[in-house]
């Protein structure tokens, strides 16, 4: 694969979250600030934790997007939606680095709620989501900087 270069090659070594109490505790709270995000529709409260820039990977494609962009995103996607439910189907997995730089969380999620359908009429949805998201620790705070979703609606 010579003609696939790497923006960063680096061996990390991953420890248990509780080898790391504080930075485990710290990445549940912004997990526990993610839903809290969706269940207000607080689309600003969401994109707190997200780095300057993210990737997300998501339907068999790639895009890079600026925290704005993903404001404006979960702006609409608020837009006149009602979440009864976003919980946790398990306990969310998680590893950290040795170093306390890097963090990765796999998510299972069950959402249900009602949004804006054609013509501005509410209609009821149920999706389970389950995704992976790799935070860095920039200036002593987690930050997201990728994030890899599936859905299944119901």
Not at 33 to 54: C, F, G, M, P, Q
């Amino acid at each position: 694969y010579e003609s696939i270069k790497p923006d960063v090659v680096s061996v990390l070594r991953f420890v248990e979250p509780s080898d790391r109490m504080d930075d485990q505790n710290a990445l549940l709270s912004i997990l526990e600030d993610n839903r809290r995000a969706h269940l207000e529709t607080d689309a600003e409260r969401l994109v707190t934790h997200i780095a300057d820039e993210i990737l997300e990977v998501s339907a068999g494609a790639t895009k890079r997007q600026t925290r704005a962009d993903v404001l404006a995103r979960f702006q609409k996607v608020f837009d006149g939606a009602k979440y009864e439910r976003w919980e946790d189907m398990e306990p969310p997995t998680m590893k950290i680095s040795a170093d306390g730089t890097l963090a990765w969380v796999v998510r299972r999620v069950d959402v249900r709620g009602k949004s804006k359908g054609a013509g501005g009429k509410a209609q009821s949805s149920r999706l389970i989501s389950a995704y992976s998201s790799i935070y860095e620790k920039r200036d002593g705070a987690w930050k997201m900087t990728s994030v890899t979703s599936t859905f299944l609606s119901r």
